[in-house]
Nanobody, 125 residues
Framework: QVQLVESGGGLVQAGDSLRVSCAVS??????MGWFRQAPGKEREFVAA????????LYADSVKGRFTISKNYAKNTVYLQMDSLKTEDTAVYYC????????????????????WGQGTQVTVSS
C-alpha cells in the first residue's frame, strides 16, 4: 500500500525558515513534487525532483528561497523553505509520480498518481 505522509508544517513569522518532509512507503517513484493550496485558490506547483537524476524544478515564486531534496535511505523528500513570506501560507501537499516524464511535465497536478494528506504552513507578518 502506497503512503505519503507529510510532516513539519507550522506557524512561523515572515522571514523565518521551515522544513516540511514527506515520507514515502509502498513503492518507488520516478519523481516527487510539492504543491500548495491556499484558501479559495487552486492547487499550485511549488517544486519537483526526479528520483533517479535528482534534477529539480521550481515555481518562479519560490525560486531561490525553497529547496527540494531527497534522502534515498529514508525514502523521504524534503522542502526547505527560507525567507518565508505571508503569501506562502497554504496547505502543502507532496505527490508521487510513477511515470517517467520530461521534467517540465512535473508541474502539472494531473501528472501525479499519489498524494499526501497535506500539512498546514502559516506565515504571519
Amino acid at each position: 500500500q502506497v503512503q505519503l505522509v507529510e510532516s513539519g508544517g507550522g506557524l512561523v513569522q515572515a522571514g523565518d525558515s521551515l522544513r516540511v518532509s514527506c515520507a514515502v512507503s509502498g513503492r518507488t517513484f520516478s519523481a516527487m513534487g510539492w504543491f500548495r493550496q491556499a484558501p479559495g485558490k487552486e492547487r499550485e506547483f511549488v517544486a519537483a525532483i526526479e528520483w533517479g537524476s535528482s534534477m529539480t524544478l521550481y515555481a518562479d515564486s519560490v525560486k531561490g528561497r525553497f529547496t527540494i531534496s531527497k534522502n534515498y535511505a529514508k525514502n523521504t523528500v524534503y522542502l526547505q523553505m527560507d525567507s518565508l513570506k505571508t503569501e506562502d501560507t497554504a496547505v502543502y501537499y507532496c505527490a508521487a509520480d510513477a511515470t517517467i516524464r520530461s521534467l517540465n511535465s512535473y508541474t502539472r497536478v494531473t501528472a501525479y498518481d499519489y498524494w499526501g494528506q497535506g500539512t498546514q504552513v502559516t506565515v504571519s507578518s
